[in-house]
């Protein structure tokens, strides 16, 4: 307590652990914040795979592009991938793999997780992917 400004030293201990609690958690909000954005966000991965079965090429391109951008924002901190990783756990072949299959920089990175997600129609995965190249 000493390093408390005088005036915490006069007041009750119950009402030290409020005002010390009510810091604390105005504190931490942001990384309650921060914690539920990665977790939408992992979570709309999850949801993506239902994205190769469009028609328009332009707007699955622009979609993938953003997907893309997600996994690289996630990619950027150690939390985040851990975070990320915890919710699903087939994004660590992602975040610590090279991809030499899947070159693209705008949507090289989702394609692999599609990849890694689809099991045997990985292979549909693939011709999607150079399908979009060919008619981007």
């Not at 504190?27 to 469009?54: A, E, G, M, P, Y």
């Not at 997907?67 to 150690?78: E, F, G, M, S």
Request: glycine content about 2%; charged content about 20%.
């Amino acid at each position: 307590m000493s390093s408390l400004p005088i005036i915490f030293n006069k007041l009750p201990m119950e009402l030290i652990d409020i005002i010390m609690n009510y810091y604390w958690s105005s504190c931490f909000q942001h990384v309650l914040n921060d914690i539920n954005d990665i977790s939408n966000k992992t979570k709309k991965l999850i949801n993506s795979r239902n994205i190769t079965n469009c028609s328009d090429l332009e707007h699955k391109y622009k979609s993938m592009c953003n997907l893309n951008v997600i996994i690289n924002n996630l990619a950027l901190n150690k939390g985040s991938k851990l975070i990320a990783k915890h919710i699903d756990n087939d994004l660590k072949f992602i975040f610590n793999s090279e991809n030499n299959v899947y070159t693209d920089l705008n949507i090289g990175k989702i394609y692999n997780y599609l990849t890694v997600k689809s099991g045997y129609m990985r292979y549909y995965i693939y011709e999607d992917y150079s399908k979009l190249l060919v008619n981007k």
